[in-house]
């Protein structure tokens, strides 16, 4: 399991350097709500599409 207070950390960390990055993509994020999710508009919506395709599957095979 991840060490939360360690993730807390890492962010604490980017911020005071000024730089936040996506955590997929690696680019910099400027926006509050992209720097609180960990992720860009572009790259959340793709990580939503794969949950949403794991999830179909998932039903799928219980079927």
């Known amino acids: 399991m ?3 207070g ?3 950390a890492a962010v604490r960390k980017q911020l005071k350097s000024g730089e936040v990055t996506c955590r997929l993509c ?3 994020l400027a926006d509050p709500t992209s720097i609180r999710a ?9 990580r939503s599409a794969e949950r949403a ?10 079927r």
């Not at 960990?38 to 793709?46: D, Q």
């Not at 395709?53 to 219980?62: P, Y």
């Open 26 to 28: 690696g680019r910099p």
């Open 2 to 4: 991840r060490d939360p």
């Open 38 to 46: 960990g992720y860009g508009p572009t790259c959340a919506r793709h």
């Open 6 to 8: 360690a993730a807390a």
């Open 53 to 62: 395709r794991k999830r179909d599957r998932r039903r799928e095979r219980r």
